[in-house]
């Protein structure tokens, strides 16, 4: 690619039909599932069970309709064939316009207008949250929920609980806590906004079929009708409001998320270029503010799961920025230890890897994920140099089409 020169750039459809060609070697396993409608959101849940030859795993998917049929958030058991044990056939034969025989579909729950995001709690395989274009967020047990059909003028599924707090539309920003039942969100209204749902989770381990609102036990809860905001949308179900409210962006917070090792720390970026850490408890300011962390909007955050002092942040300036958080002052004073630029769009997505601490992804709107691991980096005094690819994908979404690759605790 490099030798064809600027002038000759390959264009999307020519760089996938070579990624396609490169398939059979580049991946032990693939599946290529087509689905009815576009897919705003796509998320991995827990595995389900593991056998000797292939495990099988949750996949959490949404569905953007034309409206002729509802918006939907669908549950899939996707069944993943282990490195070294799956036939090549499965791989050589690559048909776009089939359904997988891996991805089953488990259940479909009509969403209250369309999915924008998709988070799963860790302490709680059975809860998910979701985002949409409301000031709201909602929580869904995938067990409880009854499968529904989307049909027109098919009723929206009843959440199981309405979280709410924000002023404005919460469209993006959600992140569920890895060590306590809490969830984070942010929106339009510059705030990030936080809530426990430890009570509904105790009453739905208790009673799966209950309808009573587990928060009113000690927290305060009402039934609401509406979620309200620019999609007006009905969302039927009991509501709670949050633990903190935490003022400091002066724009839209586009992404936020929790310290792994700490349910009272977690950060958020926004359209204003800032990078904010947060203390549940010193109050509700923030507690390091970096006031120019990219040279443009702010569109996703990150943070190591192995080395807490690490955090990624990507931004409209097409880069990925690297923060020690050691290195970062009240006074809004942080330089990024590293500059990742291989994109050529705004980076949509950040996100470490699970296995490995030095290794994680980006996506941006160049329809590119690139694999990076910052070990890799040759620093020089005063200068960066950008960090190895040694993984790069294209991924290509066309409509009601995704696709994914299974090998991710390989890198």
């Known amino acids: 690619m490099k030798e064809r020169g600027?002038?000759?750039?390959?264009?999307v459809d020519e760089?996938?039909?070579?990624?396609?060609s490169l398939v059979p070697v580049l991946y032990d396993w693939l599946a290529n599932h087509n689905l009815v409608w576009p897919s705003l959101s796509c998320r991995w849940g827990p595995q389900l069970e593991q056998a000797t030859y292939k495990s099988r795993q949750r996949l959490y998917l949404s569905e953007q309709t034309d409206g002729t049929v509802p918006n939907t958030l669908v549950i899939a058991n996707c069944e993943v064939v282990k490195p070294?044990?799956?036939?090549?056939?499965?791989?050589?034969?690559?048909?776009?316009?089939?359904?997988?025989?891996?991805v089953k579909k488990f259940k479909t729950i009509i969403h209250p207008g369309e999915v924008n995001r998709i988070r799963e709690?860790?302490?709680?395989?059975?809860?998910?949250?979701?985002?949409?274009d409301s000031p709201d967020v909602l929580i869904w047990d995938v067990e409880a929920q009854p499968n529904r059909h989307a049909v027109l003028g098919a009723a929206?599924?009843?959440?199981?609980?309405?979280?709410?707090?924000?002023?404005?539309?919460?469209?993006?920003?959600?992140?569920?806590?890895?060590?306590?039942p809490f969830v984070l969100s942010g929106g339009k209204d510059k705030s990030v906004v936080l809530w426990s749902i430890q009570d509904h989770i105790s009453t739905l381990a208790a009673d799966p079929g209950s309808s009573k609102s587990p928060g009113s036990s000690g927290t305060s809860i009402k039934h609401t009708s509406k979620t309200g905001g620019s999609n007006d949308k009905p969302a039927d179900g009991p509501t709670i409001g949050p633990r903190g409210i935490y003022q400091g962006h002066e724009d839209t917070v586009e992404d936020v998320q929790f310290c792994p090792s700490s349910a009272q720390e977690f950060c958020s970026v926004g359209d204003d270029s800032c990078l904010i850490l947060w203390d549940a408890r010193t109050g509700s300011a923030p507690v390091i503010k970096v006031e120019k962390a990219h040279n443009a909007d702010l569109h996703c955050v990150d943070w190591n799961p192995?080395?807490?002092?690490?955090?990624?942040?990507?931004?409209?300036?097409?880069?990925?920025?690297?923060?020690?958080?050691?290195?970062?002052?009240?006074?809004?004073?942080?330089?990024p230890i590293h500059i990742f630029e291989g994109h050529n769009a705004a980076v949509l997505c950040v996100q470490w890897s699970p296995d490995k601490?030095?290794?994680?992804?980006?996506?941006?709107?160049?329809?590119?994920l690139n694999i990076w691991d910052h070990e890799k980096m040759a620093i020089q005094v005063g200068r960066f140099k950008m960090g190895e690819v040694f993984t790069r994908i294209l991924i290509r979404v066309d409509a009601g089409c995704i696709k994914w690759q299974c090998r991710f605790e390989d890198f």
């Open 357 to 368: 601490s030095s290794v994680f992804g980006s996506s941006a709107e160049d329809g590119i």
């Open 156 to 180: 929206d599924s009843r959440p199981d609980l309405v979280l709410t707090g924000h002023q404005d539309n919460a469209e993006f920003a959600l992140a569920m806590c890895p060590t306590e």
């Open 15 to 20: 760089r996938y039909t070579q990624w396609k």
């Open 84 to 102: 070294r044990v799956a036939a090549a056939e499965h791989i050589s034969q690559f048909n776009e316009e089939a359904r997988s025989p891996f």
């Open 121 to 132: 709690l860790p302490q709680n395989s059975k809860i998910v949250a979701t985002h949409t």
């Open 306 to 335: 192995h080395d807490v002092n690490l955090i990624l942040t990507g931004s409209a300036d097409n880069s990925v920025r690297m923060f020690d958080r050691r290195n970062l002052t009240s006074g809004g004073v942080g330089l």
């Open 6 to 11: 600027a002038k000759a750039q390959p264009s």
